[in-house]
C-alpha cells in the first residue's frame, strides 16, 4: 500500500483518548458514571451474545469472545467514544448457512478476511460515503432497528431450552403461558418502571443497572422460578486463545469465504458508520468514521484469529451506555474487560440474573431508540421522503440492515434524478447584442434524467439562422449531458445554422474537450472557448 496513502490516513485518525473535553474532566464522579455504565452494558451484552451464537450456530463463548475482543479494541481505537460494539444478529444471520455447510473453521478465516477488507476500507477513506445516507434512511433505519432489538427479545418468552432449536427471531419453540409468562411481563414491567424513575430519585446509579440489581435482588431473595441467563447456556469459561484457522489455504477456500466475507464487512461497516452518526448527534460529537472502519476491521481480526464469531457496532448498547451517562472510552473498555470477568470469575452469579430484567432494559431502549417524531412529519415530509423512511423500515425488519439502506439510498437517488429531470426548462428571446439571433436560456440542471427533456427544448426547423444557448442557470453534470449537448449542436450544423454555446462553467469545457465532442466556438469566452468562469458571468470581466 503505497505510503503517501498512510500516512493520510494516520495524519486523520483521532489518538485513543481516555479524557474529555475541556469542560467535561475526568473526576472521580465521572469515572464512577463511566465504570457503572460499562457494568451495566456488560450484563446486557451476556444474553445478546449468546443468543446471536446460537443464531450462527456456533457455541455460546465463540459469541462471548466476539463481545469481548471486538467490544475492548473498537474501545480503544474506534471513532467515536461512547460505542459499543460486539456480536450481533446482522451479521450472525449471514454466518449461519457458512457455519452449516462449512464448519466454524470457516467462519474463523471468513471473520479475518472481512477485518481486511473493512482495514482497507478505512484506509482507503470510504467511510465517508456514509454522508450519501440520507436523512430519511436514518429514520428508517433507526426504527426498523428499534423494531428488531424488540423482536429479538420475543425469544426470552419462549420455554429454557427451546431458544437454542429456535434459532433468529421468535420463531419456533413453545411460548411461556400462565403463571411463568405473568412472572415474566410483571418482572420486565417492574424493570422498565425502575428504569424510568430512578432518574428522578437519584442518578447516584444508572437507572439500567439499578433496574437489573433490584429484580435481580427479588428473583434471588424470594427465589422465584423464572428464566434467568444460566438456563440459555452457561457462559464459564477461560482465556481466549491464539488459534490460526484450519483451512486449506487454496484458491477453493478463498472462493467460500471471501463472498460471505464481502457481506459481513458491508454489513458491519454500515451499521457501524450509521451507528456512529447517531451516538454521535446524542452526544453533539463527531466521529471519525474512517477510524471507526479501521477499528472495527482491526477488531475483526483480531478476534477471527482468537475463536470468535465478529461484530460490528450494537445501536441497543450503545444507546444503554451513552442513556447510562458514559462519554468517554473508559465505559467500552470497562464493559469488556467486565465480560471477560463473567467468563473467568463471575459466571456463577451473572447466569442468576433473571432474563426479565435484561428483557426490561432493551425495552426501554426500543422506546428510546424509535423516532417517535417520525411517525408526526410523515404527513408533512415530501411523499417520497416518508415512503422511503416506511420502506427503510420494513425492509430492515424483514431483511437486513445492509439491504434496507441500500434500497433506501437507491429509492432517493431515483427520486432526486426524476425531480431535477422535471425541471428543465428554457426562456426564448432573441438576442440584444445579435441581431437576428435567438437565444435559449437553460435553467436546471443537465444530466442523464434531463438529457432528453433538454434536446426537446429546441425548435430547430423555425429558429433563426444564428442559436446562442445560454447555461447561466444550468450546470451541466456528466457524460449524457455532453452526449446532448452534441447531438443538439450537430442537428443545428446539419440545418446550416449557426450555434454558439455560452456561460458553460470552466470544468465543463474540460470534460467537452477531455471527451472529445463536438465543440463550438464562444464569441464572449474567447480564452477558453465554451467556457465562461463566475467572474465573465456576473460581468467583472465582461460578457454577452
Not at 3 to 18: G, H, N, T, V
Not at 422 to 438: M, P, V
Request: net charge negative.
Amino acid at each position: 500500500m503505497p505510503k503517501a496513502l498512510l500516512a493520510s490516513f494516520a495524519s486523520r485518525m483521532e489518538k485513543p483518548d481516555l479524557s474529555l473535553a475541556n469542560d467535561e474532566k475526568l473526576t472521580p464522579s465521572r469515572l464512577k458514571t463511566e465504570i457503572l455504565a460499562g457494568l451495566t452494558v456488560a450484563l446486557a451484552l451476556v444474553p445478546e451474545a449468546v443468543a446471536f451464537a446460537f443464531v450462527a450456530g456456533v457455541h455460546p463463548l465463540v459469541g462471548l469472545y466476539a463481545a469481548f475482543l471486538v467490544g475492548l479494541v473498537t474501545a480503544l481505537i474506534g471513532g467515536r467514544p461512547g460505542m459499543i460494539s460486539g456480536a450481533t444478529g446482522a451479521l450472525a444471520v449471514v454466518m449461519v448457512a457458512l457455519v452449516a455447510q462449512h464448519g466454524v473453521e470457516y467462519l474463523f478465516a471468513t471473520v479475518v478476511l472481512m477485518g481486511i477488507l473493512q482495514v482497507t476500507a478505512g484506509v482507503l477513506g470510504w467511510g465517508k460515503f456514509i454522508r450519501l445516507v440520507p436523512h430519511p434512511v436514518m429514520l428508517g433505519f433507526v426504527n426498523g432497528l428499534a423494531i428488531v432489538i424488540f423482536l429479538a427479545q420475543m425469544t426470552q418468552f419462549k420455554v429454557p431450552g427451546t431458544v437454542e432449536a429456535a434459532g433468529h427471531g421468535a420463531g419456533g419453540g413453545e411460548w411461556l403461558s400462565g403463571l411463568p409468562l405473568m412472572m415474566m411481563l410483571g418482572l420486565t414491567g417492574l424493570t422498565m418502571l425502575i428504569i424510568w424513575g430512578m432518574p428522578k430519585v437519584s442518578k447516584i446509579v444508572p437507572a439500567p443497572l439499578a433496574g437489573i440489581a433490584i429484580v435481580a435482588a427479588i428473583v434471588i431473595g424470594f427465589g422465584l422460578d423464572v428464566p434467568r441467563v444460566g438456563d440459555m447456556a452457561s457462559i464459564k469459561g477461560g482465556l481466549p486463545a491464539f488459534h490460526i484457522p484450519s483451512v486449506p489455504l487454496t484458491w477453493e477456500t478463498l472462493e467460500i469465504i471471501l463472498p460471505y466475507s464481502v457481506i459481513l464487512a458491508a454489513i458491519g461497516l454500515i451499521e457501524s458508520l450509521l451507528t456512529l452518526n447517531l451516538v454521535g448527534e446524542m452526544t453533539g460529537k463527531r466521529g471519525g468514521a474512517s477510524q471507526e472502519c479501521v477499528a472495527q476491521g482491526a477488531s475483526n481480526i483480531l478476534t477471527g484469529f482468537f475463536g470468535g464469531m465478529g461484530g460490528c457496532a450494537m445501536i441497543g448498547q450503545s444507546m444503554i451506555n451513552v442513556k447510562s451517562g458514559a462519554r468517554t472510552r473508559i465505559a467500552g473498555i470497562a464493559a469488556a474487560l467486565f465480560l471477560l470477568c463473567f467468563i473467568l470469575f463471575a459466571s456463577p452469579l451473572i447466569e442468576l440474573i433473571p432474563l426479565a430484567a435484561l428483557v426490561g432494559v432493551m425495552f426501554m431502549v426500543v422506546i428510546g431508540t424509535f423516532a417517535w417524531n417520525s411517525l408526526k412529519i410523515l404527513t408533512k415530509v415530501p411523499l417520497t421522503d416518508a415512503f422511503v423512511i416506511l420502506l427503510v423500515t420494513v425492509v430492515t425488519v424483514l431483511e437486513d440492515l445492509a439491504v434496507a439502506v441500500v434500497v433506501g439510498v437507491i429509492v432517493s437517488a431515483l427520486a432526486y434524478a426524476w425531480q431535477n429531470a422535471t425541471r428543465i426548462t428554457a426562456t426564448k428571446h432573441e438576442s440584444r447584442t445579435e441581431k437576428g439571433a435567438q437565444v435559449y436560456e437553460i435553467h436546471g440542471p443537465l444530466f442523464f434524467g434531463s438529457a432528453d427533456g433538454f434536446t426537446e427544448l429546441f425548435e430547430i426547423d423555425k429558429d433563426p439562422d444564428s442559436v446562442i444557448i445560454d447555461f447561466a442557470d444550468s450546470r451541466v453534470a456528466d457524460q449524457s449531458a455532453l452526449q446532448a449537448i452534441e447531438a443538439v449542436a450537430g442537428k443545428y450544423e446539419a440545418a446550416g445554422k449557426k450555434i454558439q454555446l455560452r456561460h458553460l462553467s470552466r470544468d465543463c469545457h474540460q470534460l467537452l474537450t477531455k471527451a472529445g465532442h463536438l465543440m463550438i466556438d464562444s464569441d464572449d469566452d474567447p480564452e477558453y472557448e465554451v467556457a465562461v468562469d463566475y467572474h465573465v458571468r456576473t460581468g467583472i470581466l465582461g460578457g454577452h
